[in-house]
């Protein structure tokens, strides 16, 4: 059977696309009357500038005070006079001090009698350990050589226990240990060179002391002559326990 109907002639055929195009027509027109705005012209003030009158400012007349210019640089002229030459100049002529091997050395002949010798007596010290006569502490002059040593070190700590006084300060604190004592016995038999070494400068102090009040020694002696005898003591300070 033969359609009869023209199916170009359908009219629901691009109904779709149609609504989509009239949509969008709708919104677009929809959104320019929603964003239309109005003024009233009568709020409107058309105002007119004048540009044909003419400002005139007064401008105050500043006086400065300019200084004159320096004056022009004074131009030296220097005149050469041309002098005959007349005179003998003489030349200063500066040898070299440089030897070559052709120079002869002059023979100077020394004699031993020529030569001055001088004893430098230095000082050294010998310890007291290995010195030959050992310093003698006021009261061991009468004991024999072999006993002097042992009397020295009696009469030291003899000393050292007479005068020994506990420092206050270092009682109040707690404050106690062992000075290592390092003075010398001079050729004179004087103490010098006092150094210390312990826990605290308090006992360090006292320590120090002590030594001061040595008396003066007969000095010891090496090969019959009179030298310094370094010598070590160790003072502990103890706290007695009530």
């Given at each position: 059977m033969q359609v009869k109907k023209n199916p170009q002639a359908e009219i629901g055929r691009n109904s779709s696309l149609y609504f989509a195009i009239g949509l969008n027509i709708m919104l677009f027109i929809t959104w320019q009357a929603l964003e239309f705005k109005t003024y009233d012209k009568a709020d409107i003030d058309i105002g007119m500038i004048n540009l044909e009158k003419e400002v005139e400012e007064e401008i105050p007349i500043i006086n400065i005070n300019t200084p004159p210019p320096p004056p022009p640089p004074v131009v030296l002229t220097e005149t050469v006079q041309i002098v005959e030459?007349?005179?003998?100049?003489?030349?200063?002529v500066i040898e070299s001090t440089e030897v070559s091997q052709d120079d002869r050395i002059a023979d100077v002949v020394v004699n031993v009698r020529d030569v001055a010798v001088t004893e430098v007596e230095e000082e050294v010290e010998v310890p007291f350990a290995i010195i030959e006569?050992?310093?003698i502490f006021p009261g061991c002059?009468?004991?024999?050589?072999a006993q002097k040593r042992?009397?020295?070190?009696?009469?030291?700590?003899?000393?050292?226990?007479?005068h020994f006084q506990y420092p206050q300060v270092a009682l109040e604190l707690g404050i106690h240990g062992r000075v290592s004592v390092m003075f010398t016995i001079d050729k004179d038999g004087s103490i010098t060179k006092i150094r210390t070494r312990g826990p605290d400068k308090t006992l360090e102090?006292?320590?120090?002391?002590?030594?001061?009040?040595?008396?003066?020694?007969?000095?010891?002696?090496?090969?019959?002559?009179?030298v310094p005898v370094p010598f070590s003591l160790p003072i502990n300070f103890v706290m007695a326990v009530n």
């Open positions: 030459d007349i005179e003998d100049i003489e030349e200063t006569d050992v310093p002059e009468n004991v024999s050589k042992a009397c020295f070190e009696q009469k030291i700590q003899a000393h050292v226990v007479k102090n006292e320590a120090v002391r002590i030594i001061n009040t040595l008396p003066k020694m007969i000095p010891g002696k090496q090969r019959g002559k009179p």
